[in-house]
């Protein structure tokens, strides 16, 4: 039984189109992250929630939207696509607003190609 | 803000060499310190951490000292395998939401 589940696995899509990407835990835990590793893979951060709240939003373009329905899911929408949203995305989630001394678990990614 | 740089690669082993990733930080508080993997085509997976100063991290093999008065977390190995070939990622966390991660280091392990 998957922790950190992530749907879909690969994403091929034209500019300008909009997609989602779905993700979610089994762990019970409060806090879920979306995570951007660019080609030479570098990780950023670009959102975390806790318990629904949104608590970190690293100036991501407003192009991109989290939306988390409970704490056990945390979606990310993309408007009108462009090639450098390229990227594997990946989602994390750890078991308190302190991931501290827990570090997160993570998906297996999901890799988004722009055409 | 809190950073992590760590030495960069690509790094080519033979089986049974010794492997030391290099890694230093800088943050403002006392972060936890913690080493990822990444095995080719899968997510990260934690490999080890220490939450304070002159805690030894260890995992498969693997271990990591923080030292606080160098401020580094060097990954190190003593024998590595063919499976070891991945990308090690050094990060900290010194804030409640967020994990930093340096800029990652590929290994190759030869047979």
């Known amino acids: 039984d998957t922790a950190v589940s992530q749907t879909p696995k690969y994403l091929v899509t034209q500019m300008g189109n909009d997609k989602s990407i779905k993700c979610e835990q089994n762990?019970?835990?409060?806090?879920m992250y979306w995570y951007k590793q660019d080609s030479k893979k570098f990780l950023k951060i670009m959102f975390s929630?806790?318990?629904?709240?949104?608590?970190i939003n690293e100036t991501v373009p407003n192009r991109f939207s989290p939306k988390s329905p409970d704490k056990a899911h945390l979606n990310l929408h993309i408007n009108s696509l462009e090639l450098g949203d390229s990227a594997v995305y990946f989602c994390?989630?750890?078991?308190?607003?302190?991931?501290?001394?827990?570090?997160?678990?993570f998906g297996s990614g999901t890799r988004l190609t722009v055409v | 803000g809190d950073s992590v740089t760590q030495m960069e690669g690509p790094v080519t082993l033979s089986e049974e060499a010794f492997l030391t990733i290099n890694c230093t930080y800088t943050?403002?508080?006392?972060?936890?310190l913690f080493w990822y993997v990444q095995y080719p085509g899968e997510g990260l997976q934690l490999l080890l951490k220490?939450?304070?100063?002159?805690d030894k991290g260890s995992n498969k093999g693997f271990e990591a000292t923080y030292r606080k008065e160098t401020t580094s977390f060097h990954l190190e190995k003593g024998s590595v395998q063919v499976s070891d070939s991945a990308v090690y990622f050094c990060?900290?966390?010194?804030?409640?939401?967020?994990?930093?991660f340096g800029a990652g280091t590929t290994v190759t392990v030869r047979a």
């Open positions: 994390a989630s750890s078991p308190r607003r302190t991931g501290t001394n827990y570090g997160y678990t």
């Open positions: 762990l019970g835990h409060d806090t």
């Open positions: 929630y806790n318990n629904k709240e949104l608590i």
């Open positions: 943050a403002t508080g006392y972060p936890s």
């Open positions: 220490a939450t304070k100063a002159d």
């Open positions: 990060a900290l966390s010194d804030h409640d939401y967020k994990l930093s």
